[in-house]
């Protein structure tokens, strides 16, 4: 026989048997018993229920005909003493309209007298599966609850009229809410007080039933820039009804403060090493081209050979240490601010024509397909530029002699997507994810003696992401690479 668990403790179902007729009662008990369950019995009902004030039965087989008590007087008693008791009625006078109000105030089900000791079986058994399954729910819930109180994370859900239906206390304390009284029942915007966390709940419950996305912003509380500011990336989705209805939001809140000022850290200490290098390094290749020059006397083959090495090193140095600026800054968010509508399609011809020169010295075509005027984007144009310029430039470093490049840009949705594809060394696929990360560069016989500072690729993550776009590589090593980059329409 299974078992079931009160309050989380294995223990046997405990039975209690209310009837007044002695033969049933004790047929009861002995088949119960005999079944391993714990039984009790009361012979009237007063006694049933002094019986229910003390202990909590797991199930109570009631008689619903008994002199001085009827049995839906003991039935309301139990409901309101122990609701989670299941109560199987008997009755010798059983008829439809007895089991039904039975049912109604709150039996699980209904036994017709007299009846076998299998029948009796099949509906303890029916009525302790129930029970375990309502117990099982409720341990669920309060698992659950316990779990979502002890988040560090701030959780809130709304209903569909944005009334909080739970906002654990770590969401209280983010949004700086103290009133004893607690949130429950006041509208998402009382206990917030805040637009941008508002304006997430609503766009949350605003969303149409075929799409399902997790909006997600930065919010600041506790005054910018502050000490006391605290950094969270809040984070809302609808929640839905089996036919898809929004039935209300949820919103997590996660504190990022820490990682947030480690980055502003990092981020300042690699612009500050960047800056400072790269001064003495300009004065020094300044110093060399004077002494190459000739202006401190004359230089032998020898000389001249060293000199233009080391040159070219230094070169290479001051463009790492410009490219660490530059990623720098667009962590930051500095360059970003000012945006301007910009056509696309004229910032790639003047590319083309900016980078002709270095692919006709390299013997590759360079061509731009546009299919007409192109939507304006809203966006930085220095960063656009940037980004262009990397993945052409890329193109030209990774492509060998005799080889194509083509640019192209088309309006899709609601993006305007560049390609830029050429039929260069192609990129192994493990490597596809790997070459947007800071520094990395692929290593192979063909890429060896390319100069490079693997910072090109990250930068235009950065940027284009920055911009609310993305960007995708397609590439087969041998044939080619294409970089497609999607940057919103700017409406
Ligand atoms: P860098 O070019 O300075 O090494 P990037 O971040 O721009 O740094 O690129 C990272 C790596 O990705 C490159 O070292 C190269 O191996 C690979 N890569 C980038 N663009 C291409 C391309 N068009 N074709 C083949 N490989 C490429």
Request: charged share 25%.
């Amino acid at each position: 026989m299974s078992e079931i668990g009160v309050s989380g403790v294995e223990a046997k179902p405990s039975i209690l048997i209310v009837d007044d007729e002695e033969r049933i009662r004790e047929g009861c008990r002995k088949v119960l018993l005999n079944d391993g369950f714990e039984v009790a019995t009361a012979d009237r009902g007063a006694r049933g229920l002094e019986m229910i004030e003390e202990k909590h039965y797991d199930i109570i087989l009631l008689d619903l005909m008994m002199p001085n008590m009827s049995g839906f007087d003991v039935l309301g008693r139990v409901k309101a003493l122990h609701p989670d008791s299941t109560i199987l009625v008997i009755s010798g006078y059983a008829t439809v309209e007895h089991a039904t109000e039975a049912m109604k105030r709150g039996a699980f089900d209904f036994i017709p007298k007299p009846f076998s000791p299998d029948q009796l079986r099949l509906l303890v058994t029916k009525a302790i599966e129930y029970t375990r399954a309502l117990q099982d729910i409720a341990g669920e819930k309060s698992r659950t609850r316990v779990l979502i109180n002890r988040l560090t994370d701030g959780v809130l859900a709304t209903d569909r009229d944005k009334r909080i239906v739970l906002a654990n206390p770590s969401f209280q304390r983010m949004v700086g809410f103290q009133e004893q009284e607690g949130c429950v029942g006041r509208t998402s915007l009382e206990v917030t007080r805040d637009d941008m966390l508002e304006g997430l709940i609503d766009q949350a419950l605003a969303m149409p039933e075929e799409e399902f996305v997790e909006l997600a912003e930065e919010w600041k509380s506790g005054g910018e820039g502050g000490s006391g500011e605290r950094i969270f990336n809040a984070r809302c989705l609808p929640f839905r009804d089996r036919s898809g209805r929004n039935v209300g939001a949820i919103m997590v809140l996660h504190d990022i403060t820490v990682i947030k000022k480690m980055d502003q850290v990092r981020s300042d200490f690699v612009s500050m090493v960047a800056h400072e290098i790269r001064s003495p390094l300009n004065s020094i290749l300044a110093q060399i081209q004077v002494v190459r020059d000739g202006l401190a006397g004359g230089l032998t083959e020898k000389q001249e050979e060293i000199l233009g090495r080391a040159s070219e090193r230094i070169r290479g140095l001051v463009s790492l240490s410009s490219e660490l600026l530059d990623l720098a800054r667009v962590e930051s968010g500095l360059i970003l601010q000012e945006r301007e509508q910009i056509d696309l399609g004229e910032m790639l011809k003047d590319q083309r024509d900016f980078h002709s020169p270095r692919a006709e010295a390299a013997h590759i075509t360079l061509d731009l397909q546009l299919p007409g005027p192109l939507m304006p984007v809203l966006a930085n144009r220095r960063n656009i530029e940037e980004v262009l310029s990397n993945l052409i430039g890329n193109a030209i470093s990774y492509t060998p002699e005799g080889g194509q490049i083509e640019l192209s840009a088309a309006v899709e949705n609601d993006y305007v997507r560049v390609s830029v594809k050429d039929t260069g060394f192609g990129i192994a696929p493990e490597d596809l994810d790997r070459i947007f990360a800071p520094f990395y560069r692929v290593k192979n016989d063909k890429t060896r003696m390319i100069v490079g500072t693997g910072l090109g690729l990250p930068i235009v993550k950065s940027i284009v992401e920055a911009h609310n776009g993305w960007i995708r590589v397609e590439s087969t090593p041998g044939r080619g690479s294409t970089f497609h980059v999607h940057l919103p329409l700017g409406k």
